[in-house]
Nanobody
Framework: QVQLVESGGGLVQEGGSLRLSCAPS????????MGWFRQAPGKERELVAV????????YYSDSVRGRFIMSRGSAKNTVYLTMNSLKPEDTAVYYC????????????????WGRGTQVTVSS
């Protein structure tokens, strides 16, 4: 039923690194736009990074650009988010999402979501 499953979250100290994985369940999303989002308590869900199916276009939010990198693996179309130089403000539940459109990058276009993985960065 859940077709995207995130893993790799945990507790890490400030300045450390962590890699999140997003594995498809039941089907592949090779031809989908893929994105990572995060949501902190009391805050709206926000975009972290997005990449097209072809990999020709990628976007990172200003707060993570230069520190995070999103990649798409070949094995079972797993999607990764490598997070470096982590800050306490990166603490949130991180969600993987899939977008079946060709060129609509708005959050409403992402219609398949994982259930999230917790990332906690201590100071």
């Amino acid at each position: 039923q859940v077709q995207l499953v995130e893993s790799g979250g945990g507790l890490v100290q400030e300045g450390g690194s962590l890699r999140l994985s997003c594995a498809p369940s039941g089907r592949t999303f090779n031809d989908y736009i893929m994105g990572w989002f995060r949501q902190a308590p009391g805050k709206e869900r926000e975009l972290v990074a997005v990449v097209t199916s072809s990999g020709t276009y990628s976007y990172y939010s200003d707060s993570v650009r230069g520190r995070f990198i999103m990649s798409r693996g070949s094995a079972k179309n797993t999607v990764y988010l490598t997070m470096n130089s982590l800050k306490p403000e990166d603490t949130a539940v991180y969600y993987c999402a899939a977008n079946p459109t060709r060129n609509d990058y708005s959050i409403k276009a992402f219609n398949s979501w994982g259930r999230g993985t917790q990332v906690t960065v201590s100071s």
